[in-house]
């Protein structure tokens, strides 16, 4: 009778413990859950930002104008002359074509700001289209061309809840744009130029075609050089290499150069590329050359652990039929691994796609007007451009900003996203 209390208190405190453990393990869940809330909170909160300020940058400004193209007009006495064509004053056309839009605009300080409507590109624009039908010569017609930045922000600010960015513009300079708006003769496109161009000084004429080339280039000398090396050494390693103190100190120096701020391999790149082998700056072959050594120790590490997950079975099968151990390695154990190997190289290219500290190091911060056709031509990359323009003064550059990130995003989500396709699509089960 003495043991019945002894066994209540022995369940008692059984279940004042189960209670315990059960309360610590719903406050370790709802940790976890609120981690996760609180980061994907702040993902949302990222995102909505670069959106809300560079979703504008999709769209651009074009204000009509009447434009007189006689040759009178555009200086031009013969217009078989395809250079006197090209060099033509069609600035001076656009000019007088706002002189006539507004013929109340008198005085020297408001013709210089009148003129400042239109971009300081608009006049190639129209060089292009007479270029391209030079039948359009002795006549007047509407062209749409490029608004001013001032006049793009202004624009696009005008339904926005803090009210229209005035920003340097006069009284005068908002009656003249207002009146074009009422006339309908400005309105808001998709901005081709942002895709079709290179850098510019000018915002409303930037673009980022020639970080995107360079990019590509960049990232082709990367995958053409780290991917056959990152295979075949992570080949040797698990295959042939005997495992004895110098292959130890070998993987351990891989592992450790998988840590080192991407800086240190622009350092490198300085030191070696350019300054030992006088290679020049800027170019996307230095460019590859600096990032390969950044992503090889990554793409030899996931290379390795694609090898090592291949059984043993597969290379004692092939060996018991009278394989040799190349035929085992390149018949069996490579086109198994090779999905793993695939995802590591894809991480490892999205991950240099995003660098920018290397590459400031060997010269890819210049100003490059020019889309690069070449490996050899100087370039930047998107991450570069982005500093360049994040570091303008100019308010329409900040959109650009975040307009250049989105697309930068968007290229990382896409190869991430193929590595996991990859990885689900080619991997085998065992």
Not at 224 to 235: D, E, K, T
């Amino acid at each position: 009778m003495a043991s019945a209390p002894a066994n209540r208190k022995t369940i008692e405190l059984v279940n004042r413990n189960l209670a315990k453990r059960y309360r610590a393990e719903k406050r370790f869940r709802a940790y976890g859950i609120a981690s996760i809330g609180f980061g994907l909170l702040c993902l949302v909160f990222l995102f909505s930002d670069i959106i809300g300020k560079g979703h504008s940058a999709f769209l651009q400004t074009y204000v009509k104008l009447n434009v007189n193209l006689s040759t009178q007009v555009l200086d031009i006495s013969d217009i078989n002359d395809p250079t006197q064509i090209a060099g033509a004053d069609y600035q001076g056309a656009l000019k007088q074509a706002l002189r006539e839009r507004f013929p109340a605009v008198k005085a020297r300080r408001d013709k210089r700001a009148m003129y400042g409507i239109v971009s300081n590109g608009a006049g190639f624009e129209i060089r292009n289209l007479v270029e391209q039908t030079p039948n359009l010569l002795d006549t007047s017609l509407d062209v749409w061309v490029l608004a001013d930045d001032d006049i793009d922000t202004y624009v696009k600010s005008r339904s926005s809840s803090e009210g229209a960015y005035k920003g340097r513009f006069s009284e005068k300079q908002i009656g003249w744009v207002e009146s074009l708006i009422e006339d309908g003769a400005i309105e808001k496109r998709f901005n081709t130029t942002f895709f079709t161009a290179g850098d510019s000084r000018e915002p409303e004429q930037a673009g980022i075609r020639g970080a995107m080339m360079g990019s590509l280039f960049t990232l082709l000398v990367t995958l053409a050089l780290s991917f056959p090396i990152g295979v075949a050494s992570a080949v040797y390693l698990e295959e042939y290499a005997k495992k004895n103190k110098f292959t130890d100190f070998i993987e351990v120096n891989i592992n450790n150069l998988a840590a080192v701020p991407s800086i240190i391999f622009g350092l490198l790149g300085l030191a070696i590329f350019i300054n030992f082998f006088e290679m020049p700056r800027s170019i996307p072959l230095v460019g590859g050359f600096v990032l390969t050594l950044m992503t090889l120790p990554t793409i030899i590490i996931s290379s390795r652990a694609a090898i090592k997950a291949v059984p043993p079975s597969i290379r004692e099968a092939a060996m018991g039929i009278g394989a040799s151990k190349m035929q085992v390695i390149l018949h069996h154990v490579l086109p198994l691994a090779m999905p793993g190997m695939l995802t590591g190289a894809i991480i490892g290219l999205a991950q240099a796609l995003g660098e920018t500290a290397p590459l400031l190091m060997i010269g890819m911060v210049a100003f490059i007007v020019d889309v690069p056709a070449s490996i050899g031509d100087p370039s930047t990359v998107l991450p570069v451009q982005i500093f360049l323009w994040s570091d303008s003064p100019e308010r329409a550059f900040v959109e650009r900003t975040s307009a250049a990130i989105m697309v930068l995003l968007g290229f990382l989500i896409i190869m991430n996203t193929l590595a996991v396709w990859l990885r689900t699509r080619l991997e085998r089960r065992w």
